[in-house]
C-alpha cells in the first residue's frame, strides 16, 4: 500500500501513542512495575512505528525530531509543517481510541505531568530531549543500519531516567493528544517548550563544536597524513624524472649504434674502393 508521507507520520504517531499509552494503563490494571512496562511499551511502540511506516516517512513521529531535521537542513519548511500536522492528528487519534477503550479516566492516566513542580519539568524534558535527538540525528547519519533499533532503546533510556520527574514525554505530540481528549492542559506548555528548546539547543551545541573545530584547525594526526600524501606526490615526479632521463637514454643509444654501423658502413666502401683501384692499376 502506498501512503502519503504526512499520512504515515499520522500513522506512525498513532501507533507510538496508541501503544504507549495502553501500556501505562496495562501496568496500572494488572499491578505491574510501570517502571519497566511504561518505557518498554513507548520503545517497543516507536519500534513498530518505525518498522510499519518509518521507509516511507524517515520515522520522525515528533516535532521535536522534526523541528531538529528542519534546523539540520534535512527538512523542508512545507515538510516541517506538514509533519506536525501528522503527528498531531496521529497522537489525538490514538487518545481517542484509548478513551473509547478505557474512558475518560484511563485518558487522564496517560496525561503526562512533573511531580517535581514545572520547573524541573521543564529542565528534564529539555535535557532528555537534547540527548534523543543527538542519538537520531548521529546514528541516521554515521549508523543508518542501527537506527532503527538505537532510537527505541534510546527512548526507552530516557522514560526510565525522565518518568519520575516529568514523565518523560519528549514529545510535544504525544502529549497533546491525551491533554487534548482528557481536557487537562496543566502545565502543557512544559512538553512544549521543553522538547522544541532541547532540539534547538542540540543544534547549538554543534555549532560550538564545529566552531571549535575550525579555530583549532586540523587534529594532530590530520596533518600527518596530509603531510605523508603530499611526500608521496612529490617524489612521484621525481620517479617520472627518472623514467624520461632512462627513456631520453634510449635514444642516445640508438644514434651511437646508428654511428657504429654507419661506420661500418664507411669502411666497407673504403675497402670497396681500395680493391676497384688496384685491379684498375694492374
Given at each position: ?10 500513522v506512525?504517531t ?13 501496568a496500572?490494571?494488572?499491578?505491574g512495575?510501570p517502571?519497566v512496562?511504561?518505557?518498554?511499551g513507548f ?6 512505528a ?12 515528533n516535532?521535536?525530531?522534526t523541528?531538529a ?12 509543517i506538514?509533519?506536525?500536522i501528522?503527528q ?5 487519534t490514538?487518545?481517542?481510541?484509548v478513551l473509547?477503550?478505557?474512558?475518560q479516566?484511563?485518558v ?11 520547573g524541573?519539568g ?7 530531549t537534547?540527548?534523543f ?11 543508518p543500519?542501527?537506527?532503527?533499533l538505537?532510537?527505541p ?5 530516557v ?6 520527574f ?9 502529549s497533546?493528544g ?9 502545565n ?6 521543553g522538547?522544541l ?5 542540540r543544534m547549538g551545541?554543534?555549532a ?5 573545530r575550525?579555530?583549532?584547525?586540523l ?7 596530509i603531510?605523508?600524501?603530499?611526500s ?6 621525481s ?8 627513456i631520453?637514454?634510449?635514444p642516445?643509444a640508438i ?6 654501423r654507419s ?5 666497407a666502401?673504403s ?9 684498375a692499376?694492374?
Open positions: 500500500m502506498v501512503i502519503n508521507k504526512y499520512l504515515a507520520e499520522a506512525g498513532f501507533i507510538l501513542v496508541f501503544i504507549g499509552s495502553m501500556s501505562a494503563l496495562a496500572a490494571a494488572t499491578n512495575p517502571m512496562i511504561v518505557p518498554l520503545g517497543l511502540g516507536l519500534l513498530a518505525i518498522y510499519a511506516v518509518g521507509h516511507v516517512s524517515g520515522g520522525h513521529f516535532p521535536a525530531v523541528f531535521m528542519w534546523l539540520d537542513k534535512r527538512t523542508s519548511l512545507s515538510d516541517l506538514g509533519y506536525w501528522g498531531f492528528v496521529g497522537a489525538l490514538a487518545s481517542a481510541v473509547a477503550a478505557a474512558g479516566e484511563g487522564l492516566a496517560t496525561v503526562t505531568r512533573s511531580d517535581r513542580g514545572s524541573k521543564l529542565l528534564a524534558e529539555g535535557v532528555l537534547l540527548i535527538i543527538l542519538v537520531i540525528l548521529a546514528s541516521t547519519r554515521k549508523a543500519a542501527m537506527a532503527g538505537v532510537i532503546l534510546t527512548l526507552v533510556a522514560h526510565l531516567a525522565g518518568i519520575p516529568s514523565g518523560a514525554s519528549v514529545n510535544p505530540a504525544r497533546f491525551p491533554a487534548l481528549i482528557g481536557t487537562d492542559f496543566t502543557y506548555w512544559v512538553y512544549v517548550v522538547p528548546a532541547g532540539a534547538g539547543h551545541f554543534l560550538d563544536v564545529w566552531r571549535r575550525a579555530g583549532r584547525g587534529t594532530a594526526a590530520e596533518p600527518s597524513a603531510s605523508h600524501q603530499q608521496a606526490i612529490s617524489n612521484q615526479p620517479a617520472i624524472s627518472h623514467q624520461q632521463s632512462a631520453s637514454n634510449q642516445s644514434s651511437r649504434s646508428a654511428i657504429s661506420a661500418i658502413s664507411r669502411s666502401i675497402r670497396s674502393a681500395i680493391g676497384l683501384w688496384l685491379k692499376d694492374r
